[in-house]
């Protein structure tokens, strides 16, 4: 299954089934066992500063001979620090967020890393692969944290047409049935936040995970859009204070105060109510925690019966 697939022969994976850069639990623990599952692994950057990325890039080498790749936003004050760091230590793949990776593109493509940015429209998609990319991450508004507008099946189809490189789909995946979904509308790949901080390997916090085994389809809210950056998390004491002071005009700087640690308060110190528990709307359906090996086996082996399934009902 899947070796005539493009991205896993481009990327030279098993499976077409990306981790999400989640910053601070994207570490070389979830990235390295996903990457020695077949899957892509990702450390997730966040605001990393240099030599600490350095460090995680290491330990994922000592820890997986497979490919894996770092998630650099774009809009961190160690960009180029992090990006050089890149370069150093010839990662293989990264993925980007919150801007262009256009100035970059020449170095990283000198050293044969191949750069996917995420994309939340059929505009920025075009424009990151004129600028060389070569595949895009095309992630709906129901993955967690930081999101565009346009939901999964909408956007994903969209951006297949409008692009001749691979595309993978993000936002609201987590079983087979979401896999399936996406190469229906033309993914060559599916890309897993939610259903990966649900795996032994992840570091999250107990407290974190445990919230988001009791989460409902209504529990994430959307916070942030009058910044212009809304972020999907499970409601809680912080989003109440943060929904209430945005209805009130609080301004851009009371606001960043208000969220400045929070993700790493949920994720390291396990305070899910003044923390940011960032998570997608799938967490409703996201029920055990087991190890990242088992939750790809999972995908893989249940594809099948997927499809069989529509074309039963197709007869």
Not at 278 to 307: C, H, R
Request: glycine share 12%; charged share 20%.
């Amino acid at each position: 299954m899947f070796e005539n697939n493009a991205i896993c022969k481009l990327l030279n994976i098993k499976y077409p089934i990306f981790q999400g850069g989640m910053a601070w639990i994207g570490t070389a623990e979830l990235a390295s066992a996903v990457s020695n599952a077949g899957g892509l692994g990702i450390i997730g950057a966040g605001h990393m500063p240099p030599d600490v990325l350095r460090a995680e890039i290491q330990k994922c080498k000592g820890w997986t001979d497979k490919p894996f790749g770092v998630n650099i936003m774009l809009m961190s004050p160690f960009v180029k620090e992090v990006m050089q760091v890149v370069i150093d230590e010839r990662v293989s793949v990264i993925t980007t967020g919150a801007g262009n990776p256009g100035e970059y593109m020449p170095a990283l493509k000198e050293i044969g890393t191949k750069v996917i940015p995420v994309v939340a429209s059929v505009a920025l998609a075009k424009r990151l692969v004129r600028s060389g990319a070569d595949a895009v991450i095309a992630e709906g508004t129901e993955s967690g944290g930081h999101i565009g507008e346009i939901t999964t099946m909408a956007l994903l189809p969209q951006v297949v047409d409008a692009v001749d490189v691979p595309v993978i789909g993000a936002g609201g995946i987590g079983d087979s049935r979401g896999m399936a979904a996406a190469f229906a509308l033309g993914a060559q790949a599916i890309q897993m936040g939610s259903r990966f901080v649900l795996s032994e390997e992840c570091i999250a916090h107990p407290n974190y995970k445990e919230l988001v085994l009791k989460a409902k389809d209504r529990s994430t809210v959307v916070t942030g859009t009058t910044l212009g950056h809304p972020v999907r998390t499970i409601g809680n004491k912080l989003t109440r204070k943060y929904q209430e002071m945005e209805a009130n005009g609080a301004s851009a700087e009371e606001l960043e105060k208000l969220g400045a640690g929070s993700l790493h308060r949920a994720t390291h110190e396990g305070d899910v109510e003044n923390g940011s528990v960032m998570i997608g709307e799938i967490s409703g359906m996201l029920s055990d925690i087991k190890p990242v090996k088992a939750i790809i086996e999972d995908i893989v082996n249940g594809l099948p019966g997927v499809i069989t399934g529509i074309q039963e009902t197709c007869k």
